[in-house]
């Protein structure tokens, strides 16, 4: 039968606080909720959750790089460079024919890259 779809991404954080202010208020992911007593919390990206959380074991320490789709790729590096955030400027990773892929990248708050990307046509 194999897998269904991601459901869920962990991120491991040092600063829970901190990392739901940047996911949530920065990049503008719907808080879904937080864990009561834990340093956990779950934020919507579209059909898949982001859990941010703080290790309990070195087993569970996750480095990650997150591609988020943008329908405005050159506005939203815009937006968050007027907030203060340290974003490359967009370019052209891919060209097939009557599609280039674009990106730009930042750092969260314990530096796992983030990439935002959108497809255009030339």
């Known amino acids: 039968?194999?897998?269904?779809?991601?459901?869920?991404?962990?991120?491991?954080?040092?600063?829970?606080?901190?990392s739901v202010e940047f996911y949530r208020d920065v990049l503008q992911i719907p808080m879904?909720?937080?864990?009561?007593?834990?340093?956990m919390a779950f934020l919507a990206s579209g059909d898949v959750r982001l859990?941010?959380?703080v290790p309990t074991t070195p087993e569970f320490t996750s480095r990650c790089v997150l591609y988020?789709?943008?329908?405005d790729l050159d506005a939203e590096v815009a937006r968050l460079t007027a907030l203060g955030e340290k974003v490359s400027e967009p370019r052209v990773v891919h060209r097939?024919?009557?599609m280039e892929l674009w990106m730009a990248w930042l750092a969260d708050p314990d530096?796992?890259?983030?990439?935002?990307?959108?497809?255009?046509t030339p």
């Open 1 to 18: 039968m194999g897998l269904g779809p991601v459901g869920q991404i962990h991120i491991s954080v040092t600063d829970l606080d901190r």
């Open 32 to 39: 879904m909720f937080r864990v009561p007593g834990q340093e």
């Open 51 to 53: 859990y941010l959380g």
């Open 68 to 71: 988020f789709r943008v329908d």
């Open 96 to 98: 097939d024919g009557d």
């Open 111 to 120: 530096d796992h890259r983030v990439a935002m990307m959108q497809e255009r």
